[in-house]
């Protein structure tokens, strides 16, 4: 898995504007316990530098929410 790639206190970052999708990599991520979710939502901290994709984009002028999730390898 993803885990095996990611250095002990390194961080995974995801962004979606789908809400299924979005509760979905939560629920992944919560079960994977080689990580710790540091902090999401909406607009999480550290985030903001990223830049915006065009899907991003996309889903801001449909309306949608940006859902940021970040967490840390153990």
Request: proline content about 1%; overall charge positive; some cysteine.
């Amino acid at each position: 898995g993803v885990a095996s790639r990611i250095k002990q206190g390194g961080a995974v970052r995801v962004a979606t504007d789908g809400g299924d999708y979005g509760a979905h990599m939560v629920s992944v991520m919560n079960q994977a316990e080689e990580f710790y979710s540091v902090e999401y939502g909406v607009g999480a901290a550290g985030m903001e530098a990223r830049p915006t994709t065009k899907f991003e984009r996309r889903g801001l002028q449909s309306d949608h929410v940006i859902r940021d999730l970040c967490y840390i390898r153990k």
